[in-house]
């Protein structure tokens, strides 16, 4: 009651944003007063990251926006910053080679004495200061990536602290748990509070909700970039938000799943990597198993560790043949075949044309007489173009020129041309259009009925619903639960990989 | 190398980081196709056309020097060892690896090939089959601190350079060898001509031709553009990098001691210090070449135009121009700040569209 009287630090109005002709955000509206947690949630593509990043100014939002801080019109991006507004993304932004120091004197001078030289001591006394300033304590003489999670994302506030030089507005934190153990999130948490005493309002991006719960006033639910619901954390249980979050989404027709599927083709025995742990699981062939989990969970280094791509412990066989760690080629022989989640670093090559995207696994395959013959090159990517609806200018053409959904199934056609006894998704359709989603899930089915053992590591839990024939749950690089048949609800899913009892 | 360069976009929780789907309805390929100018092609043979007009403007202003049926060989035969010396590096920079110790391996296995032949008396075949494996085995030792140790390219082959110019010194005693005594049929290999051309253009064109149809017709050449492109998307698609990077590092290594030992044939003498000179002008021809035939790419068609029309624009310049001897520094210095900035260019703009 008493907060929303002010004038709020952050008003937010209409909000949309189209990427060619797709729409992702819808009006979006929403405020944050003085002193007060706002938490922005939703699933991954729901918009937040696009939201933060049209405040951020990285994104122009559609004609129609417009926000006010402090009560003053201002213009997103630069004039918000101009007006105290200070982001805290994911990734920090420090330079971890450097001292807290330095990175705190960045972008803001150093103090200099006689002769230009820095003044050292003075210096130290000022980024302890702004240290202090956020409640904590970390020694300002360190290199930063010898810091705490904890420490560094105080080192980040403190550095948005001090460049908004006492105005600070409203401080914008997205994901900052992300990569946190859970007794470094209390900490964590008394920097936040202790910035908001000083009046700022804060916007907090997060997955976790009893992070939400914990911290925040208020909270904002992104389903399918529409805002559902803003709600005052003390109305809402962690259940009803769940609700709000998975509310309204259409679940497709699952994969009438053959009843019985063939012998075990991929076998994992305590496979463990930087966050997973002692890990086993095994898939038959014909059978599609999903693995869910937050960031952090295991869940994305999964589909790599058993690649071969990322440095693992463990055993993986594949058809009972046992392979080698970081051997990607040897995986490859025995029928592995991994489509990568970060498709324009791991999965096409930006130099090579569409053609050779395709046929990059089976070049080999196609050599008669000591070389490639041009025919059967041009004709074997024309025919799995055709087969996979990938639509592009020409064969010839630049990779790039494609859109990502059909970049994907250049990705996937490449793979299918191989073969491959055991598939490896991990998140298929990330940055993919509804349309080219369906596609590929529906080759997904296809390779299945025809004998492939599927993986799918996704954070998207419905997709997981409409493929899986079995889902295991990841959380805190350990299994939480293993869901069957019909058991598997992308609600439920998604309860427990919050770690909430279903 | 600027192909290579990994594209990093700020992402936060994946899915609304990647960029907008967008169909993009765009020309076939290049870059642009107001540049092709219909059948001409110009964004692929401008490079042909521009040494086609350099032959004619040289000719006319110069008939009696440039114009001449010998001054024609002199060009071929001259571009030809220099010629062996690019295509060394244009498989390097294909597959994303840098080696700037070529000139020095160059050097180097001058020298060997005379101590070898003077010194120790060796049959002239065994001394050139010993002088290119000693070529390739200095590319296996920068495989070695590139691919296995990870040393950064550009270091590796510098410290190697230094190296090789100690061991050229040491193995010739900073001497240039005359090699009179070796026998007519060494010195014939390297100055005879076939049907008027000079000989060593058979031997560029019997390496260009192997080349091409490594790099363009088989397996291991797109295995090689693949991991010159992105090794990180390479390896995920099952294909061995480290092999394939000790491959191309030792083809180069190997390539850089022929250029050596042709030369020694066509001088007959192993001249101390010989390779240096041939180091800027091979860097400029490959980078150069990456915006012809097939721009974008070290290719070896690209790189065999690019290194004629550099040799014609040079020799015309100084024939024209006798009394300014910077005129070949000059030249090649531009082309090859030019060149390296329409490839970045390009791949920018191919990046952000």
Redesign the interface.
Same mark, same amino acid.
């Given at each position: 009651m008493n907060s929303d009287r002010r004038t709020p630090r952050l008003d937010l109005r209409a909000v949309s944003k189209t =990427?060619? +002709?797709?729409r992702?955000l819808h009006d979006v509206s929403l405020d944050v007063a003085p002193g007060e947690v706002h938490a922005l949630v939703g699933q #991954?593509?729901s918009? !937040?990251?696009?939201l $933060?990043?049209i405040l951020a100014g =990285?994104h122009t939002a559609d004609p129609g926006a417009s926000v006010l801080v402090d009560g003053e019109s201002r213009a997103l991006g630069d004039d918000i910053q101009d007006a105290g507004v200070r982001f805290v993304?994911? %990734?920090l932004g420090l330079v971890p080679a450097l001292s807290v120091v330095d990175n705190l004197a960045l972008g803001r001078g150093y103090a200099t004495s006689v002769g230009g030289r820095i003044d050292w001591r003075r210096q130290r006394e000022t980024a302890q200061a702004a240290i202090r300033a956020v409640g904590y304590d970390v020694d300002v003489r360190k290199i930063v990536d010898d810091l705490q999670p904890v420490e560094k994302t105080a080192v980040a506030i403190a550095r948005a602290l001090q460049s908004a030089e006492g105005e600070m507005s409203v401080l914008v934190l %997205?994901?900052p748990t992300a990569t946190m153990p859970k007794a470094e999130v209390q900490r964590l948490f008394e920097i936040i509070n202790n910035v908001r005493a000083q009046g700022v309002g804060v916007l907090y991006v997060s997955?976790h909700l009893e992070e939400v719960f914990e911290l925040a006033d208020r909270v904002t639910v992104l389903v399918d970039g529409h805002k559902v619901a803003t709600r005052r954390c003390s109305e809402v249980d962690q259940r009803a938000l769940v609700d709000l979050m998975t509310g309204g989404v259409v679940d497709q027709a699952r994969r009438s799943s053959a009843a019985e599927h063939g012998e075990q083709m991929l076998k994992l025995e305590g496979v463990g990597g930087t966050e997973l742990i002692d890990f086993d699981l095994t898939v038959h062939a014909g059978e599609v198993v999903g693995v869910a989990g937050i960031?952090g969970s295991g869940r994305e280094e999964l589909c790599s560790l058993v =690649?071969g791509?990322k440095a693992r412990t463990g055993r993986v066989s594949v058809g009972g043949r046992e392979l080698r760690a970081s051997r990607? %080629?040897i995986?490859?022989?025995l029928g592995m075949a &991994?489509v990568?989640?970060n @498709?324009? @670093?791991?999965? $096409?090559? *930006? +130099? &090579?044309?569409v053609r050779?995207n395709l #046929?990059?696994?089976t070049? @080999?395959r196609?050599?008669r007489h000591? @070389?490639?013959p041009a025919d059967d090159d041009r004709q074997q990517a024309s025919r799995i173009c055709g087969k996979m609806s990938v !639509?592009a200018?020409?064969l010839?053409?630049?990779i &790039?020129? &494609?859109?990502? +959904? #059909?970049q994907q199934k250049v990705v996937l056609g !490449?793979w299918l041309q191989t073969e491959p006894t055991v598939l490896l998704l991990d998140?298929p359709t990330?940055? *993919?259009?509804v349309a080219?989603k369906a596609e590929i899930h529906h080759l997904i089915d296809e390779a299945a009925i025809q004998g492939v053992a599927v993986l799918v590591c996704s954070? %998207?839990e419905t997709e997981l619903e409409r493929l899986c024939d079995r889902v295991v749950v990841l959380r805190h690089g350990r299994v939480m639960s293993d869901f069957v048949g019909d058991a598997i609800q992308t609600r439920r899913l998604v309860h427990t990989s919050l770690g909430l009892t279903s | 190398m600027s192909s290579s360069t990994s594209q990093r976009m700020p992402s936060h929780d994946g899915r609304e980081s990647e960029s907008p789907d967008t169909a993009v309805p765009g020309p076939p390929s290049g870059p642009s196709s107001a540049w092709s100018l219909g059948a001409l092609r110009l964004d692929r043979y401008s490079g042909i056309y521009l040494a086609v007009i350099l032959i004619a403007v040289f000719c006319v202003l110069l008939p009696d020097t440039f114009g001449t049926a010998n001054n024609a060989r002199v060009i071929a035969g001259s571009a030809a060892i220099a010629g062996i010396l690019t295509l060394a590096v244009t498989v390097s920079l294909a597959a994303g690896t840098f080696d700037i110790s070529i000139a020095a391996n160059m050097t180097f296995s001058i020298c060997l090939l005379g101590a070898l032949l003077t010194v120790v008396e060796l049959p002239w075949v065994v001394a050139v089959i010993l002088t290119v494996a000693a070529g390739a085995l200095v590319g296996a030792v920068n495989a070695l601190l590139i691919s296995t140790i990870g040393v950064e390219a550009i270091i590796a082959t510098l410290g190697m350079s230094s190296v090789l110019a100690a061991l050229s010194f040491w193995v010739a005693g900073g001497q240039t060898v005359l090699l009179n005594e070796v026998g007519s049929t060494f010195t014939r290999l390297g100055t005879t001509t076939i049907a008027t051309v000079p000989i060593t253009v058979f031997y560029l064109a019997a390496v260009a031709v192997a080349l091409w149809y490594l790099m363009e017709h088989t397996p291991t050449g797109r295995y090689l553009y693949a991991i010159g492109s992105n090794p990180q998307a390479a390896k995920l698609a099952g294909i061995k990098v480290a092999r394939l990077t000790w491959i191309s590092l030792i083809m180069t290594g190997a390539l850089a001691a022929l250029a050596g030992v042709v030369l020694t044939m066509q001088l007959s003498a192993s001249s101390f210090g010989a390779g240096a000179p041939y180091l800027l002008p091979a860097f400029a021809a490959t980078f150069l070449g990456s915006t012809q035939i097939l721009p974008g790419r070290f290719n070896v068609r690209g790189t065999i135009v690019a290194l004629y029309l550099l040799t014609i624009a040079v020799k015309g310049l100084q024939l024209k121009y006798p009394e300014l001897p910077w005129i070949k520094d000059l030249v090649e210095g531009l082309v090859l700040l030019v060149a390296v900035s329409i490839t970045t260019y390009a791949v920018r703009h191919r990046k952000t569209r």
């Open positions: =990427f060619g +002709g797709t992702v #991954n593509g918009g !937040k990251s696009t $933060i990043k =990285f993304h994911q %990734d %997205d994901e997955h960031t =690649f791509a990607t %080629d995986a490859t022989d &991994l990568p989640a @498709r324009l @670093r791991d999965g $096409i090559v *930006v +130099g &090579l044309n050779e #046929n990059l696994t070049a @080999r196609l050599v000591g @070389r490639i !639509k200018p020409s010839e053409a630049p &790039l020129a &494609l859109s990502g +959904g #059909n !490449k998140e990330q940055g *993919v259009d080219a954070s %998207d | -």
